[in-house]
């Protein structure tokens, strides 16, 4: 009985004991988690912004969203990427400092820290309550991987990663959006290829996996080739965005087009890819959407192994066979 007593005893304190211990460092983690929120820039979270604007210079870019999209509002107007947009505000939005270095401000020290400057950078957040706060960003430090920075309406300098600048300092066309040609190639009801001498491959797509190839001839396509084509199109990015109001499009091979690719989607809409002449300068090929007017800039190698002849996609008798 004297035995049970003390295991009893033992028990409890133990329990006691590791109690003690859980709550000590629960309040240590919550003081933790605490600091950790004292030391965030910013008061909102990235789904609250509603629109942005980097400065850099003499350059302004604004961003405004719109649902759940994102558009350039300055210098154009034109749809933003949204995984870079996305991913910049998660980085600076999300930032934490490192140290504070000086509790007041002052012109020599803001200059000696480049973030005053012609050209310094600054981005402004505006959070869907109406909370506007602006970050400028300094120089690196003399090993380069940390910065510096201010909140415009906060007294105090700050150290921060220097990662956090890099996110932010974005030009136009990191953050607009380079999807060549828009679609959803398993969703397709066809497409076409014409070609400038007039040869035209049209292919119809009446049901999942099956391809019909109806121009110039009728003819069972090979499925894996249609597929690895329309993602190759798809996934092409814009190098470079050219002229966004052309008033000639024959000086990029536009007004006769080498190639005119045209999808229409699940809901009967034709959209269009136009391909035009070679810029040997910038390695790249002439091309436009054919519902916009900008020209811009493919890789050079986006016409090769494009089909010219309805026999590059057909499905061969031994394919079939294969199926059956």
């Not at 020599?108 to 869907?128: P, R, V, Y």
């Not at 003819?219 to 798809?234: F, H, S």
């Not at 190639?259 to 002449?277: H, N, R, Y």
């Amino acid at each position: 009985m004297r035995f049970f007593k003390k295991t009893v005893f033992w028990v409890i304190a133990l329990a006691v004991v590791g109690g003690s211990f859980y709550l000590i460092d629960r309040q240590l983690e919550e003081k933790k988690v605490v600091e950790e929120a004292k030391k965030r820039l910013f008061p909102f979270e990235p789904g609250d912004i509603i629109e942005f604007q980097i400065t850099r210079g003499n350059e302004n870019i604004i961003l405004r969203k719109e649902g759940s999209d994102w558009f350039l509002e300055n210098p154009l107007r034109a749809v933003a990427d949204k995984e870079v947009v996305q991913k910049l505000l998660d980085a600076v939005i999300n930032a934490k400092f490192e140290a504070t270095l000086f509790e007041t401000q002052s012109e020599g020290k803001l200059k000696e820290m480049g973030i005053i400057g012609k050209d310094s950078l600054s981005a402004t957040f505006k959070a869907s309550s109406g909370l506007i706060k602006t970050i400028v960003f300094g120089d690196r430090n003399p090993t380069m991987n940390l910065g510096f920075a201010i909140l415009k309406d906060d007294p105090r300098i700050f150290r921060l990663t220097a990662d956090i600048k890099a996110e932010a300092d974005k030009t136009v066309y990191d953050l607009r959006d380079k999807t060549a040609l828009a679609f959803k190639p398993l969703k397709i009801k066809g497409f076409e290829i014409k070609w400038s001498d007039g040869k035209i491959i049209a292919v119809d797509h009446p049901g999942e996996g099956k391809w019909h190839i109806v121009k110039p001839k009728n003819a069972a396509a090979n499925a894996i080739k249609i597929t690895e084509l329309l993602y190759r199109i798809k996934d092409s990015k814009v190098k470079a965005f050219i002229d966004e109001s052309p008033k000639d499009l024959a000086g990029y091979g536009l007004s006769r087009p080498a190639l005119k690719f045209s999808v229409t989607d699940d809901k009967g809409k034709q959209i269009a890819l136009l391909v035009g002449e070679k810029d040997k300068k910038q390695r790249g090929i002439f091309a436009k959407r054919g519902d916009a007017p900008n020209v811009f800039l493919l890789e050079e190698d986006f016409m090769v192994n494009m089909p010219k002849t309805a026999e590059e996609l057909e499905e061969t008798e031994v394919e079939q066979a294969t199926k059956k």
